[in-house]
Nanobody
Framework: QVQLVESGGGLVQAGGSLRLSCAASGRSFSGSAMGWFRQAPGKEREFVAAITWGGERTYYADAVKGRFTISRENAKNTVYLQMNSLKPEDTAVYYC????????????????WGQGTQVTVSS
């Protein structure tokens, strides 16, 4: 089992930055690929970014490439999402997820999910 708790969301003006954190607990975190997803009202949950267990490879949705950075500190069981140059269309609930396998971009392939943190970007 892996428990995930996100933090760092909030209200920010367009062009601003936020850093989300995802703290994991449970032995199964070891070896897990991690992903960030988001869901806006009335829309499906969508892939944002993902990172391999060792952090050597990262993957991004086209909509956030060049603005968001995913990273992890395995010693702290924590994954981060640095979000820069935020836009109103980035407004959503952001979720972190863990997968005890290789990286994936499909939400249904992740085994564990956090409760989400709200990010609101005002224009």
């Amino acid at each position: 089992q892996v428990q995930l708790v996100e933090s760092g969301g909030g209200l920010v003006q367009a062009g601003g930055s936020l850093r989300l954190s995802c703290a994991a607990s449970g032995r199964s975190f070891s070896g897990s690929a991690m992903g960030w997803f988001r869901q806006a009202p009335g829309k499906e949950r969508e892939f944002v970014a993902a990172i391999t267990w060792g952090g050597e490879r990262t993957y991004y949705a086209d909509a956030v490439k060049g603005r968001f950075t995913i990273s992890r500190e395995n010693a702290k069981n924590t994954v981060y999402l640095q979000m820069n140059s935020l836009k109103p269309e980035d407004t959503a609930v952001y979720y972190c997820a863990a997968r005890q396998s290789v990286v994936a971009t499909t939400p249904g392939l992740y085994h564990y999910w956090g409760q989400g943190t709200q990010v609101t970007v005002s224009s």
